[in-house]
């Protein structure tokens, strides 16, 4: 199982791109957002972890 795909093809990194995407727009904006909703950051954080430890399980093929 030698196979390789590009990275452009790869929905681990296409998912840890929008996240960090999501990141960077919360931090650039008003950090009083995170301060009012820690729960729901807490959420999301959660959510993300969920979803990269689900696209670990499904990969089987390295990058290129």
Do not use: C
């Not at 990194?13 to 904006?29: I, Q, R």
């Not at 909703?37 to 972890?49: E, Q, R, S, Y």
């Amino acid at each position: 199982m030698n196979e390789t795909k590009p990275k452009s093809q790869s929905k681990t990194l296409w998912a840890n791109g929008l996240a960090l995407v999501a990141m960077l727009l919360t931090a650039a904006s008003q950090y009083q957002l995170v301060l009012d909703n820690p729960v729901a950051v807490g959420l999301v954080a959660i959510a993300i972890t969920i979803v990269n430890m689900g696209l670990r399980f499904v990969t089987s093929k390295k990058l290129s």
